[in-house]
């Protein structure tokens, strides 16, 4: 299926299959990527050659290894004297060993005249450490920020943060790009009747309500009570009708499951006819895999900002492509074009 888009007088066409979503150039089409170098660090080499794809460019020539010291070395093996530089970086573990990776790979490029060092980081490190809320505690997501200020970048590109604050902690450009459009595409595609979309907790009922106002559907809302003295929150019933109804999830991340999964018995227990999930960051740490393999659960789709490794890739779970929105976001800063029509693609 193919969808024609407009994006500052451009005509662009989104291409759908199972398994990714692909933003492509119209034939023919070219764009001036002069004084551009885009380099992977060693988990994000996949993302980057998608990107570069796009962009109709070769990814940089970059060397990253390990002493036996266990101190990490880079080397970028091509000039970037007065060039625009991209670094591409994801959280895939071992988490910080990236975090070094990253502040190296922006020191080498600042090092080696760069005219300008952007990052692009598709899942946020340290997302969810974004403020103070217990005793003694550190803030690791604006600890980060301020390491990649440090170490040299002139700009930030990410997607849907845990907290969109975490845009204020740079005193650099943080761009902030969204998998909104590519999940309500995706499920607007599967031509679903009877959809109802669900709300995990009353902390996530606003992002419902904007995909409810998109599909044109009700939303319900998912009470969650504590047991006596327990901290963790019991789904106890459902807000709104789910009986014969397509219910979908949707959320910014799922980690371990247990809250997805939760969610997912009660409205199987409330006879919702089939239950779908989409999030744009498939964490799925810890047992989240097999929760999900045995979950009520019929399709959860997810996007590429963190690598699904092969050992995770079931069935159940559906991946589309982020990289072609990042390439766009680049092709744009590079031109000196505002980014928000990417998020008014529909």
Do not use: W
Not at 112 to 124: G, M, Q
Not at 204 to 211: D, I, V
Not at 302 to 326: G, H, R
């Amino acid at each position: 299926m193919k969808k024609n888009y407009i994006f500052g007088g451009v005509k662009f066409h989104l291409k759908f299959n199972s398994f990714s979503t692909n933003l492509c150039l119209k034939k023919g089409m070219r764009f001036n990527m002069e004084n551009i170098k885009i380099f992977a660090c060693k988990s994000a080499e996949n993302f980057t050659n998608e990107m570069c794809k796009c962009l109709n460019v070769e990814p940089g020539k970059i060397e990253s290894i390990k002493f036996k010291n266990d101190n990490n070395f880079v080397q970028i093996l091509e000039t970037v004297r007065e060039q625009d530089v991209y670094i591409v970086q994801t959280t895939m573990p071992p988490v910080n060993e990236r975090v070094m990776e990253l502040l190296i790979t922006i020191d080498a490029a600042k090092r080696a005249s760069a005219k300008r060092v952007n990052v692009v980081l598709p899942y946020y490190i340290y997302s969810r450490s974004d403020k103070k809320d217990q005793p003694r505690i550190p803030v690791t997501a604006k600890l980060m920020a301020q390491l990649i200020e440090a170490a040299g970048a002139d700009r930030v590109i990410t997607c849907d943060l845990h907290n969109p604050a975490i845009q204020a902690y740079f005193n650099i450009s943080c761009d902030r790009l969204s998998a909104q459009s590519l999940l309500q595409a995706y499920f607007r595609d599967k031509n679903l009747e009877d959809m109802v979309i669900v709300a995990t907790d009353a902390g996530s009922s606003k992002k419902a309500y904007k995909y409810s106002e998109y599909f044109g559907c009700p939303i319900a809302l998912i009470d969650k009570r504590r047991d006596a003295n327990d901290d963790r929150a019991i789904a106890s019933t459902v807000i709104g009708d789910v009986k014969g109804k397509n219910a979908i999830i949707f959320d910014d991340e799922v980690d371990t499951a247990g809250s997805i999964i939760e969610t997912a018995k009660i409205l199987e227990k409330f006879e919702a006819k089939a239950i779908y999930a989409g999030c744009t960051h498939g964490v799925l740490s810890g047992p989240a895999i097999e929760r999900i393999k045995n979950s009520p659960i019929k399709e959860l789709v997810i996007t590429d900002t963190i690598p699904l490794t092969k050992e995770k890739q079931i069935d159940k779970i559906k991946v589309l492509s982020m990289a072609p929105l990042f390439a766009e976001a680049i092709r744009r800063i590079n031109e000196a074009r505002p980014l928000g029509d990417l998020f008014r693609m529909e």
